[in-house]
């Protein structure tokens, strides 16, 4: 004898949601392989900068020279400046032009965060225009 249990259709029903948690898998996963690859990526290697082997630029009639003296003392042209007075120190040499370019010229002794300290010491006073200035090389 046979018996047989009525379960309803034979059909199955479909199902209108999208079942997010497959998804949320892979993203958990990409994540993860990105935070141990992402530190792998930058490597750091000592290099030696080159030297500049550019043609040489138009010199402006009046340069605008900002120094930086092996002692970290500041100067604009042949006039020192205290770091809390750059600003005003070139707005005034530079006639309130801020387009004027600075041409930033410093020792070899200097530390390159002292650099870039001046250099975020123009920016701060809204001189974008910088310019390095250095040796050219000789053959």
């Not at 059909?11 to 958990?28: A, G, K, R, W």
Request: net charge negative; no cysteine; proline share 6%.
């Amino acid at each position: 004898m046979g018996a047989r249990l009525n379960h309803g259709k034979d059909e199955l029903d479909e199902v209108h949601e999208i079942n997010v948690t497959p998804f949320i898998d892979v993203i958990l996963v990409l994540l993860i392989i990105f935070m141990v690859a992402a530190p792998l990526a930058t490597v750091d290697i000592a290099v030696e900068l080159p030297t500049s082997a550019a043609p040489e630029q138009p010199r402006p009639d009046k340069p605008l020279f900002l120094t930086v003296k092996s002692d970290l003392s500041l100067a604009i042209g042949d006039a020192v400046v205290s770091r809390d007075m750059i600003g005003s120190a070139l707005d005034q040499a530079a006639n309130g032009k801020k387009d004027t370019r600075i041409f930033v010229r410093a020792d070899k002794v200097v530390p390159y965060g002292e650099l870039m300290n001046v250099l975020n010491l123009l920016r701060g006073a809204g001189f974008l225009k910088v310019g390095l200035v250095g040796l050219e090389k000789t053959q």
